[in-house]
């Protein structure tokens, strides 16, 4: 089984030729200043939630693990999740995203992906996560379903699929996708 990344779930729900971009037709893309940015602040964000209380993610106590590896075998999947916190049997995955705007759903599916990386690795069933916004403070719940999770494995299948046959898919729905995109180069049938 093809090994794949738990952002490649995030980029086939926003644009499945990004995926099909890095793993089927390899091209160079721009590094944008929002990607830039947006290392800076994980790192600031790592010293500010050490103070922080764990009121926000409803826990009384817990410990906060930064940037953990994670795989399992029986997705196929890997990913470095931002930072996940463990309490008395509990365990919660935390990502930060650089957005003003509320969660999309590709970053709600991120997060269930991870969600199911941290069950394979403690063995313990993960019941939600939270998304937490930069450069605000907000934090939002993430529920972890039975149908999220089918969701993860067909998108998983569908990318594998797309690998395999070659095919380049279709844009978008929404073109305004592609106003920020670093492949924009690269779809010439986008204007
Ligand atoms: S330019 Fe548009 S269609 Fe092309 S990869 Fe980016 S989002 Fe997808």
Do not use: W
């Not at 090994?3 to 729900?13: A, H, N, P």
């Not at 964000?45 to 009121?55: A, C, G, I, S």
């Not at 906060?64 to 196929?76: A, D, I, P, V």
């Amino acid at each position: 089984m093809l090994s794949l990344r738990v952002s490649d779930i995030k980029q086939y729900l926003y644009c499945p030729r990004v995926v099909f971009f890095t793993y089927v037709c390899p091209v160079e893309k721009k590094i944008t200043r929002k990607m830039e940015y947006g290392k800076e602040e994980h790192v600031e964000l790592d010293r500010l939630e050490k103070r922080r209380t764990f009121r926000r993610y409803r826990l009384e106590e817990g410990e906060r693990k930064f940037h953990t590896r994670l795989y399992s075998t029986r997705l196929g999947l890997e990913g470095m999740l931002d930072m996940h916190i463990v309490s008395r049997g509990e365990c919660i995955p935390v990502e930060f995203k650089y957005s003003s705007q509320e969660p999309a759903l590709n970053h709600k599916y991120q997060l269930v992906a991870y969600a199911m990386l941290l069950e394979d690795t403690y063995n313990i069933p993960v019941r939600n996560g939270f998304l937490y916004l930069i450069p605000g403070t907000e934090v939002y719940p993430v529920e972890v379903t039975p149908n999220s999770r089918d969701f993860v494995k067909e998108t998983l299948r569908k990318i594998r699929r797309m690998i395999k046959t070659e095919l380049f898919p279709g844009p978008p729905r929404g073109q305004g996708r592609c106003v920020d995109c670093e492949y924009r180069n690269f779809c010439r049938d986008m204007r």
